[in-house]
C-alpha cells in the first residue's frame, strides 16, 4: 500500500510538473505575442518619422487593410529562404476605426548563390477588397497566382500614389533605415490561428479579426491608435 502511494505520488508529481511547464509555455508564447503587436507598433510609429511618411501616409489613409511585419528575415547560404511573423489588421470603412490583430507568417524559399543575412521591416497596404481577400486565404502566394496584383514600392520618388492604380496590394520594405525594392512576389502568407486564440483569449479566425468589429486583446490598442495616426 505504501508502495503504491509512493507510485502514485510520482504520478502526480510528474503530471503536475507537466502541467507547469505547459503553463509555462503558454506564458511565453503569450509574451512572444505581446512583443510581436508591441513591435508592429513601433513599425508603425517609426513611419511617422521617416522621409517617405508623406508619401506612404495616403495608401494607409486608404487602405482596407494592413500587414505589418517589424522583421522579415533574408539568410542562407547556397541554399536560401526568408521568414517573419507579423499581423494583419483590417479597418471599418464606415467608421475608419482599425480592428484588432490577427497573426500571420510570410515565408519564402529560394535557391542560388547567397551568404549572410538580411532584416527588413515590410508594410503591406491592402486598397482592394479583392487584395483583402486574397490575404484571407491561408497559405496564399503572393502575386499573380493569388490573383491579385502586387506593387512593390522603392524610394519617395517611386511612390506617387497615381503609380499604384491597378494594384491591390502594395509593399514597402525599409532595409537598414532606408526603403528599397524588396519583392516578395512568390512568398507565402501563412494564418496563426494558434497565436490568434493565445492573445485575444477566444477562438476568433483571422477572416473574424480582419473584418468584423470583434472585441480583441486591449494590448493592441497602441497599434491601433498608431494606424489611426495617418
Not at 514600392?153 to 500614389?161: F, H, K, S, Y
Request: aromatic letters at 6%; a positive charge.
Amino acid at each position: 500500500m505504501r508502495r503504491m502511494k509512493f507510485v502514485l505520488l510520482i504520478v502526480a508529481t510528474v503530471v503536475l510538473g507537466m502541467t507547469g511547464v505547459s503553463s509555462a509555455r503558454q506564458a511565453m508564447a503569450l509574451t512572444d505575442q505581446e512583443e510581436l503587436v508591441d513591435r508592429a507598433r513601433l513599425t508603425v510609429a517609426s513611419l511617422k518619422d521617416f522621409n517617405d511618411v508623406g508619401v506612404i501616409a495616403p495608401y494607409i489613409k486608404g487602405a482596407r487593410a494592413v500587414v505589418v511585419i517589424p522583421a522579415f528575415v533574408k539568410a542562407g547560404f547556397i541554399v536560401g529562404g526568408a521568414h517573419g511573423e507579423g499581423v494583419m489588421v483590417g479597418r471599418n470603412l464606415k467608421t475608419g476605426a482599425w480592428r484588432y490583430p490577427a497573426f500571420i507568417t510570410l515565408s519564402e524559399g529560394s535557391i542560388g548563390l547567397q551568404i549572410g543575412a538580411e532584416s527588413s521591416e515590410i508594410i503591406m497596404i491592402c486598397l482592394t477588397e479583392k487584395g483583402v481577400t486574397a490575404l484571407l486565404d491561408d497559405g496564399v502566394k503572393l502575386g499573380a497566382e493569388a490573383g491579385i496584383a502586387v506593387l512593390t514600392i522603392g524610394g519617395a520618388r517611386e511612390a506617387a500614389t497615381t503609380t499604384a492604380v491597378g494594384a491591390d496590394v502594395v509593399t514597402f520594405a525599409r532595409s537598414k533605415g532606408l526603403f528599397g525594392g524588396l519583392s516578395i512576389e512568390g512568398a507565402v502568407l501563412g494564418q496563426d490561428q494558434a497565436s490568434n486564440t493565445a492573445y485575444h483569449g477566444k477562438s476568433f479566425s483571422t477572416r473574424q479579426l480582419v473584418t468584423t468589429d470583434v472585441k480583441g486583446n486591449r494590448g493592441a490598442d497602441g497599434l491601433r491608435k498608431a494606424l489611426a495616426g495617418f
